[in-house]
Structures are given as C-alpha cells and as structure tokens.
Nanobody
Framework: QVQLVESGGGLVQAGGSLRLSCAAS????????MGWFRQAPGKEREFVAA????????DYADSVKGRFTISRDNAKNTMYLQMNSLKPEDTAVYYC??????????????WGQGTQVTVSA
C-alpha cells in the first residue's frame, strides 16, 4: 500500500487561502485516481475533490466548487489542493487517499495523520 503524508494546513481567516500537499511514498502513485477528503469535529469524513491519474479530469464536492483546485505532479509523487475563499465551514482535518468508483470510495484502508485546516470568522 502506498504511504501518504498530508501537509500544508494551518490557521487562516475567512476569505484566505491555503495550499495542501499529499506526498506519496511510491511511484505507483501515478497509477491511481486520487482524492481529498475532510472530517470536521463530530461529523463523518466527506469527499472533497478527486483527480484522475493523468491529471486531465477533476471532480469536486458542490460545497467547494469554484473555490478549491486539485492538481498533481506525478514526477514528484505529490498531489495538491489549492483552497481559496476559505469559509469557517471548511474547518476540518484534511486527508488524501486513492479513490475508485463513481462515488470516489477510498481505496486504502489506512489513512495518514491528515492536516488540520482552521478558518476563523
């Protein structure tokens, strides 16, 4: 299983921006459709965005469309999430995982430690 490490979170005011990174341990990363998920306190983990292995197709949850941009650099085994116009409701721990299926089910059972994003009003 590919090991994934998330980074780039932090505390930001509403309207601000952050860029998250997801670094993979293996070059097999480039074979997978990848996704970002988030989990807010007291809530279930939810899908945020996905990107095809080739980078030529992306998809987003309605709540982040137009504000977040997912991208990847297969040469660096890294995926990114550019988050703009952040809102307090974006506050959560953000995770990455490979995904499959039209509903973007997480592929790997094991998750990384995630990266905390906190947006103040």
């Amino acid at each position: 299983q590919v090991q994934l490490v998330e980074s780039g979170g932090g505390l930001v005011q509403a309207g601000g921006s952050l860029r998250l990174s997801c670094a993979a341990s293996e070059r097999t990363f480039s074979r997978y459709t990848m996704g970002w998920f988030r989990q807010a306190p007291g809530k279930e983990r939810e899908f945020v965005a996905a990107i095809r292995w080739s980078g030529d197709s992306t998809d987003y949850a309605d709540s982040v469309k137009g504000r977040f941009t997912i991208s990847r650099d297969n040469a660096k085994n890294t995926m990114y999430l550019q988050m703009n116009s952040l809102k307090p409701e974006d506050t959560a721990v953000y995770y990455c995982n490979a995904v499959f299926g039209s509903s973007y089910y997480p592929r790997f059972d094991s998750w990384g430690q995630g990266t905390q994003v906190t947006v103040s009003a």
